[in-house]
């Protein structure tokens, strides 16, 4: 059964939206085992448009789900996935965390629509 092992342990960098991690994240997925985020990965957590009806529905939630869909986007990531299975880790892990029916597969659609613009373009490490 798919579940975060560990906390989020994180803090907000000298940039107003990117975030650092103190300590490592780990998920174990149903659909691609252990994924292990790094202490000292940098993520701006669910980029969700500053549009006000968008953000205001959907901003703010899936903090640890969308670290881990930041890392399995990363060129290096282990295990290296594809575009549309880092995107259904993202589905499935906002399940687990309890995330209603609309707002998850909402933020899922988002993500097939426009996160192919950011798919395989950093590595694990690199600074956002």
Known sequence: MSKFLTGLDA?????????????SLVYESDLVGIVEVP???Y?????????????????????REAIIHDYLYRI???????F?????????AMK????GFFTRHAMYLGVCAG?????????VMDEI
């Open 11 to 23: 803090r907000l960098t000298d940039k107003d939206s990117v975030w650092i991690l103190d300590k």
């Open 39 to 41: 202490e000292g990965f």
């Open 43 to 63: 993520t701006d957590l669910a980029s969700v448009p500053r549009i006000p009806i968008a953000y205001e529905a959907f901003g703010g939630r899936s903090h």
């Open 76 to 82: 290096d990531s282990r295990p290296v996935v594809s």
């Open 84 to 92: 549309m299975t880092a995107n259904k880790v993202f589905l499935e």
């Open 96 to 99: 687990v965390r309890g995330k």
């Open 115 to 123: 996160g192919i613009f950011s798919f395989h373009k950093k590595n």
